[in-house]
Nanobody, 115 residues
Framework: QVQLVESGGGLVQSGGSLRLSCAPS????????MGWYRQAPGKERELVAG???????NYADSVKGRFTISRDTAKNTVFLQMNSLKAEDTAVYHC?????????WGQGTQVTVSS
């Protein structure tokens, strides 16, 4: 089992920045993949960014160059730095972890970007 605690969402103006945090209940080194997904009203959940245990990262085309995912092993936390936010980034953002072939989800944090 892995519990994921998210924080950092909120309301920001277009062009602004936010940083999301996800703290798992197990050490990051034991988790093979962690990622951030988002789901906007009426849309399917989509992968925004992911990072593997080996620090390989991948991003959705819509956020490349604006978002950065990183791991801090000392803080046992995964971060999603979001810059140059746009109205279309508005969604509920969920942290995701793949551990021993099982997938776990956080409760979600709302990000709202006003234009």
């Amino acid at each position: 089992q892995v519990q994921l605690v998210e924080s950092g969402g909120g309301l920001v103006q277009s062009g602004g920045s936010l940083r999301l945090s996800c703290a798992p209940s197990r050490t990051i080194a034991s988790i093979s993949f962690m990622g951030w997904y988002r789901q906007a009203p009426g849309k399917e959940r989509e992968l925004v960014a992911g990072i593997t245990r080996g620090d390989y990262t991948n991003y959705a085309d819509s956020v490349k160059g604006r978002f950065t995912i990183s791991r801090d092993t000392a803080k046992n936390t995964v971060f999603l730095q979001m810059n140059s936010l746009k109205a279309e980034d508005t969604a509920v953002y969920h942290c995701n972890a793949l551990y021993l072939r099982n997938t776990y989800w956080g409760q979600g944090t709302q990000v709202t970007v006003s234009s």
